[in-house]
């Protein structure tokens, strides 16, 4: 689906908002990703990653005439769902994140170019009833992985090294009763803001979170209520200032 950002309302920080059913002809869907597009380019793609373990690369150019309906993009196997997309410029290498605490790295080369409606290649093979919760390139300077508990960590990317596409990866985060609900590549000087679901917001700085090894569980970055839990993160950079014009980063998420 396709929307212009000053079609959505700019409101406080408090605000409620504006349901994202009246601003798309969404039927019985959910969100996944919202992603800063100005040009939609042949040499630029979309690397979508799916629950299951699933990655389907498709150049964005095949989205580039919008419908009130939407366009379908990817084949959903049974049970699977969209948990992440990306955009690319099939140089690059990525990591794959799990619910409980893995990662694998491979380069994005290893996953042929599609069109829209197929079904992809395996991405990362999965231990039991583990699932993927995020994509990411391999850039900047850390990986950084947040639980639903609140705890963070940054990891070194080349802790990473020597695993490929449908591999099992390696462990990245010690979850016990937590679950991994994001990881995304950052820089020193990049600043977090971390979402819970009773509505709570807080902003810290990305180099305030230890960096450790591959396996530990993290520092505690955020103190949460009974039965609250965090629910989304979004990285910002502080010095940057993307006006009319200009073109956001490849791997830039925007918040929904």
Same mark, same amino acid.
């Given at each position: ?45 979309l690397l979508f990653a799916t629950q299951l373990g699933q990655v389907i690369k498709i150049p964005q150019d095949e989205f580039s005439y919008p419908r009130s309906t939407g366009t379908n993009a990817i084949r959903l196997k049974d049970n699977d769902k969209l948990v992440d997309v990306i955009t690319t ?60 508990? +609140?705890?963070?960590? #940054? =990891?070194?990317?080349?802790?990473? *090294?020597?695993? @490929? %596409?449908?591999?099992? $990866? &390696? /462990?990245? !985060? ?24 009773? +509505?709570?917001?807080? #902003? =810290?700085?990305?180099?305030?979170? *230890?960096?450790? @090894? %591959?396996?530990?569980? $993290? &520092? /505690?970055? !955020? ?34």
């Amino acid at each position: 689906y396709w929307l212009k950002v000053y079609q959505i309302p700019e409101s406080s920080r408090i605000a409620k908002g504006k349901p994202i059913v009246n601003l798309l002809n969404l039927k019985d869907e959910v969100v996944t990703t919202v992603i800063p597009i100005r040009e939609f380019r042949k040499d630029r793609y979309l690397l979508f990653a799916t629950q299951l373990g699933q990655v389907i690369k498709i150049p964005q150019d095949e989205f580039s005439y919008p419908r009130s309906t939407g366009t379908n993009a990817i084949r959903l196997k049974d049970n699977d769902k969209l948990v992440d997309v990306i955009t690319t410029d099939n140089t690059r290498e990525v990591v794959l994140s799990t619910r409980f605490g893995y990662g694998l790295r491979f380069h994005e080369e290893s996953v042929r170019v599609v069109g829209r409606g197929a079904s992809g290649v395996i991405g990362m093979r999965l231990r039991g009833n583990d699932t993927i919760v995020a994509l990411t390139l391999v850039e900047k300077d850390h990986l950084l992985t947040i639980s639903d508990a +609140g705890f963070g960590k #940054r =990891t070194e990317f080349d802790d990473f *090294r020597g695993h @490929g %596409r449908a591999t099992m $990866g &390696v /462990k990245n !985060m010690q979850v016990e009763r937590d679950v991994v609900i994001h990881s995304r590549a950052v820089s020193d000087t990049d600043e977090i803001f971390v979402m819970t679901a009773s +509505g709570v917001v807080i #902003r =810290t700085s990305v180099n305030s979170i *230890r960096i450790t @090894g %591959r396996g530990a569980k $993290g &520092v /505690k970055i !955020m103190r949460l209520d009974e039965n609250d839990k965090v629910v989304g993160v979004a990285i910002v950079n502080p010095e940057s200032d993307v006006g009319v014009g200009s073109e956001p980063e490849p791997d830039v998420p925007a918040a929904p």
